[in-house]
């Protein structure tokens, strides 16, 4: 079955410093979603993509955040300056037909220290 | 806030018995899907439900909705050792022009004992 894949499974940096999470959504899907899990809380939506633009994000996603799909394949996930309370799981997930199911990634583990 | 909310928050059983677990929201919705999640795992699909559906099944899963009380039930038949997860509920919004996001309860920390 086709995946999305997530790079790199654990990220480790410095607060302030800028992080890209990176992301391969399935081939013909169309929608594409961060979300993030603080440990032991609720899966959070941060942004949903669409067409090459962002359809709808979340109070989370505040100037610090941006995502971008540079290649028509990755889909990325940048923190300009990391705050000790983005300490997170992050997941990407896309979709092939509008409120159909999410294929999500494995995650990416950021620790911002 | 359209968030789906599920109870129990924890529940332990015995291998081989039924694990019910209730997930409840506040808007008017598209579908309702529940997905699965492995400790420090991705999530992953388990069914979805639509606005006009009343119960589903797929194996060993049966999903009920009521959207009269606006409630969705997830029944795990004959439990085993393998089903210990956490079990969210995920709504959308039937909105028109609406969110096309799904919004995550807090989910259903299942233990199955051996």
């Known amino acids: 079955e086709p995946e999305v894949t997530q790079t790199p499974s654990h990220q480790v940096t410095q607060m302030g410093q800028e992080v890209i999470l990176r992301c391969v959504p399935i081939?013909?899907?169309?929608?594409f979603y961060w979300y993030r899990q603080i440990l032991g809380q609720k899966v959070e939506f941060l942004v949903s993509?669409?067409?090459?633009?962002?359809?709808?994000k979340s109070e989370i996603f505040d100037d610090q955040f941006s995502v971008e799909r540079p290649d028509g394949s990755n889909f990325t996930l940048k923190i300009r300056s990391t705050k000790l309370e983005d300490s997170a799981m992050y997941f990407c997930?896309?979709?092939?037909?509008?409120?159909?199911?999410?294929?999500f990634g494995s995650g990416t583990q950021l620790s911002v220290l | 806030s359209q968030q789906g909310e599920e109870d129990p928050q924890a529940l332990s059983i015995q291998e081989g018995e039924n694990a019910t677990m209730n997930c409840s929201y506040k808007?008017?919705?598209?579908?309702l899907q529940w997905y699965r999640q492995n400790s420090g795992r991705g999530l992953v699909h388990l069914i979805l439900?639509?606005?006009?559906?009343r119960e589903k099944h797929s194996g060993r899963l049966r999903v009920t909705l009521d959207t009269s009380k606006k409630s969705s039930s997830l029944l795990i038949t004959a439990s085993r050792a393998a089903d210990t997860a956490s079990y969210f509920c995920?709504?959308?919004?039937?909105?028109?022009?609406?969110?096309?996001?799904?919004?995550f309860g807090k989910g259903t920390k299942l233990t199955v004992n051996p």
């Open positions: 997930a896309s979709q092939e037909i509008r409120n159909e199911k999410l294929f």
């Open positions: 081939s013909n899907h169309l929608y």
């Open positions: 993509f669409y067409n090459n633009e962002i359809s709808e």
């Open positions: 808007t008017s919705i598209n579908n």
């Open positions: 439900i639509r606005s006009n559906e």
């Open positions: 995920a709504t959308d919004a039937a909105t028109q022009g609406g969110s096309e996001k799904l919004v």
